[in-house]
């Protein structure tokens, strides 16, 4: 058995069928690194640009917030007769209590609009 592996890699043909199939890797190597490198440079642009969509959102949801928080009056400090900062969960039950001013408004352009849609059909 190792002496048929033995002529195997002694035989004249070993030589440059060796040396073809390491060029063959070699090129296989390289254009998968190419292709990774390709890859890479695509997925950091999309994380860049998810990335700023994720800021433009979160400025977005922040004013919506804001608005809402200032239409409605905050607990104040009977001491200091300063708004007091309140925790994220006394918020959001201070936000679901009551809503938002203009809310209702919205909400009754909206069924206007739809049933203006309606007629229009």
């Known amino acids: 058995m190792f002496r048929r592996l033995f002529q195997a890699f002694t035989h004249p043909a070993a030589g440059p069928l060796g ?3 390491s060029l063959v890797l070699c090129a296989l190597l390289v254009g998968t690194a190419l292709s990774a490198a390709r890859t890479e ?3 950091r642009a999309r994380i ?3 990335s700023a969509q994720d800021a433009r959102t979160g400025a977005v949801l922040h004013a919506k917030l804001a608005a809402c928080e200032g239409a409605l009056p905050g607990p104040v400090d009977p ?3 300063k708004m007091q900062v309140a925790s994220v969960a006394a918020r959001a039950a201070r936000l679901a209590g009551r809503e938002p001013q203009g809310f209702d408004v919205c909400a009754r352009m909206e069924s206007a609009d ?3 849609l309606e007629t229009l059909r």
């Open 48 to 50: 860049a640009q998810l």
């Open 114 to 116: 739809r049933a203006v």
């Open 19 to 21: 040396f073809g199939l």
């Open 41 to 43: 440079t695509q997925l």
């Open 79 to 81: 001491q200091t007769g």
